[in-house]
């Protein structure tokens, strides 16, 4: 049992040695310190190992009382059920004793209840003979009330029919008459039935016609939303090229652009300055900060290329992406983008048209 103890000693040591040391090894890659650590966990796994075993005893020493605790409440409760047993005989012993003399007495009581019956039987024929003279006498005097009684209902019922049936005969009259009016009254709507049923025959043709001009009129509302696509499509490209002549050209002939300017641009322009309020309000609402970040670098640095890096990064996204978003939350409100994105060498900027706009919703 020692030798056993002694090898499952060694074995754990060596397993915590093993597992420290190869743990230590892996996260700091150092032989020497690895080995030190090996080294301090055998004793430390020693001396838990032992702690256990201290308290492994103690729980056993602990059993061994309360066992021995049981044993005695065991012997206790044996005494006990020795002494019921005994008294439980005795109780049969007097429960038969008992039993004998209530036989006796049983059979006393028979005969004394057999004489009872007969006396009882001869008592309860007389008394029966006597409630049937008594109940003839009862019925002949009941029979001649209720005869009356009959008699005096049959005149009062009688009375009372005569006056119900006045009644109801004016009722009838009532009746007769309420019918003859209602006769003439269904024969006045059953004629302006007619009029009114051509009414609402030419009510339901005129509303399948206003139907029929309603899928109409939602045609070409569906084509003329395709054709103002279109049309954007096209503003947005211009304004693409408008925006590379400028560049390419310089600053130095503004009149010139001017003058080049499209007219649907300045057409559509004043539309939007129309509804602007509440179209960029609901613009700004849509936007998240990181958007905001993105127009306030835009509009603020000359090259915002490093802004929108690191907020793209931040995003795990790329920065054209996060400036496509905006356009599209920007052509969902107002109908336009409002970010130019620029290329390699020219970097984003906000549309010319809207920079002013722009500058209000940050300000706001």
């Keep these: 049992m020692r030798s056993v103890k002694v090898s499952n000693r060694i074995l754990l040591g060596s397993i915590a040695f093993g597992v420290s040391f190869f743990l230590s090894l892996i996260a700091n890659r150092d032989f020497p310190k690895a080995l030190v650590t090996g080294l301090i966990t055998v004793p430390a796994t020693y001396a838990g190992a032992i702690v256990v075993q201290i ?3 103690k729980q056993k020493f602990f059993l061994q009382n309360e066992i021995q605790a049981i044993s005695g409440e065991r012997q206790n409760l044996e005494d006990d059920i020795y002494y019921l047993e005994s008294s439980l005989n005795q109780l049969h012993v007097q429960i038969s004793e008992i039993s004998n003399r209530r036989e006796v007495i049983n059979r006393e009581v028979s005969t004394l209840g057999a004489y009872r019956y007969q006396l009882e039987e001869q008592g309860f ?4 003979q006597l409630e049937v003279l008594e109940r003839q006498k009862a019925e002949l005097n009941q029979s001649l009330l209720t005869a009356t009684a009959e008699k005096q209902k049959t005149e009062t019922s009688l009375n009372f029919l005569k006056t119900e049936l006045k009644q109801l005969q004016a009722q009838v009259t009532d009746n007769q008459n309420e019918k003859t009016i209602l006769d003439q009254e269904i024969t006045n709507l059953k004629k302006q039935k007619r009029p009114l049923q051509s009414e609402v025959d030419n009510l339901q043709t005129q509303l399948q016609t206003l139907e029929a001009q309603r899928s109409v009129l939602n045609q070409s509302l569906g084509s003329l939303k395709v054709e103002l696509g279109q049309l954007q499509g096209q503003v947005s490209s211009l304004k693409l090229e408008h925006k590379q002549l400028q560049l390419q050209s310089g600053i130095s002939n503004p009149q010139k652009r001017q003058s080049q300017a499209i007219p649907f641009l300045e057409i559509q322009k004043k539309q939007s300055e129309e509804n602007l309020s509440a179209e960029w309000t609901a613009l700004k609402t849509k936007l998240t900060n ?12 000359n ?8 907020i793209a990064e931040a995003n795990i996204t790329m920065p ?13 409100t107002i109908g336009d983008f409002i970010i130019e994105p620029g290329s390699a060498s020219i970097p984003p900027a906000i549309a010319e048209e809207y920079l002013t706009k722009v500058n209000k919703m940050l300000e706001t």
Excluded: S
Aim: charged content about 30%; proline content about 2%.
């Design 55 to 57: 308290k492994q005893k």
């Design 125 to 128: 024929i007389l008394q029966t």
């Design 290 to 301: 990181d958007d905001i970040q993105i127009i306030k670098a835009i509009v603020e640095q």
């Design 303 to 310: 090259n915002p290329g490093a802004t929108l890096k690191r």
């Design 320 to 332: 054209q992406l996060l400036i496509d978003a905006i356009n599209e939350r920007a052509i969902d």
